[in-house]
């Protein structure tokens, strides 16, 4: 059995998340679930261009502020991204 936190615990904690940090976080499970939305079963364009803007305002708010290597990561994924989401397009036309 796990034991809550307390308040101080939760204050602490709290005061030590940098705000990159849970912006790259984001980015992750954007990217993910807008792969997870060009699946056949689970396809919808339209989130997955959203996915896709979010990604690319969040990336530029980080830009200099997280390792250059992640910045080109994402970029990649982004770019990845919407070739997929092209090729899901033209599929569905």
Not at 47 to 72: M, S
């Amino acid at each position: 059995m796990s034991e809550v936190p307390t308040e101080e615990q939760l204050k602490e904690a709290l005061a030590n998340i940098k705000v990159a940090d849970v912006l790259v976080e984001t980015m992750q499970g954007l990217a993910s679930l807008g792969y997870h939305r060009l699946n056949a079963e689970t396809r919808d364009l339209e989130q997955t261009r959203l996915a896709i803007e979010a990604l690319k305002a969040i990336g530029g708010v980080l830009d200099g502020v997280v390792p250059a290597d992640l910045t080109r990561d994402f970029n990649q994924v982004v770019a990845n991204l919407q070739l997929a989401y092209a090729s899901a397009a033209a599929e569905s036309s």
